[in-house]
């Protein structure tokens, strides 16, 4: 998602008036924090969680047999480290066609595989100021994240992939599935990844 994507993006982001997640509870319940591309997120619907934690991230690796590597280079983040301690799930939007999309959250955010959720109304950008609740340290660097004055409609860095950052809480009655998490071990498998800081 380059700059002028990311423009229409956030012109998208303005009129949605979001702002910072982390102010969204919705009228309660246990809402947890992830995140999702803008282009698969569906506010107040529901959506399952259909995978275990994936070996997988949008993140630039050196591996000749991987089909993310050279044509999608600008589409990927280039630093292992944003996503050193996200883990990736498939899911499941609930809808009358088969919708499916990737959900990004913390090693220490609980999820079930088979469990439905469902999403508040509001989203935010992704960008460094929100490391913190992501586990990610707050040196690392990466170019796909861009400041407040190289778009006229964020107040804040975001980044060009079009990562933003939502909260869901499960449903009740949703499913029982499997809790799954981060085991602790720094959750993806990028170490071997290499790129820029």
């Known amino acids: 998602m380059k700059s002028s994507a990311l423009a229409s993006g956030g012109l998208a982001l303005g009129a949605s008036g979001a702002g910072t997640v982390a102010a969204q509870q919705d009228g309660g319940g246990d809402w947890k924090r992830g995140l999702m591309f803008q282009t698969n997120f569906f506010p107040q619907s529901q959506f399952t969680v259909r995978s275990k934690p994936l070996p997988w991230a949008p993140v630039y690796n050196q591996n000749e047999e991987d089909f993310l590597n050279e044509e999608n280079r600008s589409l990927l983040f280039q630093n292992p480290g944003v996503f050193q301690n996200i883990n990736a799930h498939v899911i499941e939007w609930q809808f009358a066609g088969q919708d499916w999309g990737f959900l990004f959250i913390p090693n ?52 060009e992939l079009g990562l933003i950052t939502i909260q869901f809480s499960p449903v009740s009655g949703g499913g029982q599935g499997t809790t799954t998490q981060g085991d602790g071990g720094g959750g993806q498998d990028t170490t071997t990844q290499s790129g820029g800081n």
Not at 117 to 138: K, L, Q
């Open 108 to 159: 220490s955010v609980n999820v079930q595989q088979g469990q439905t959720y469902r999403t508040s109304p509001v989203f935010g950008t992704f960008g460094p100021e929100d490391f913190g609740d992501y586990g990610i340290d707050t040196g690392v660097q990466d170019e796909a994240f861009v400041g407040a004055d190289e778009n006229q409609y964020l107040d804040e860095g975001a980044n």
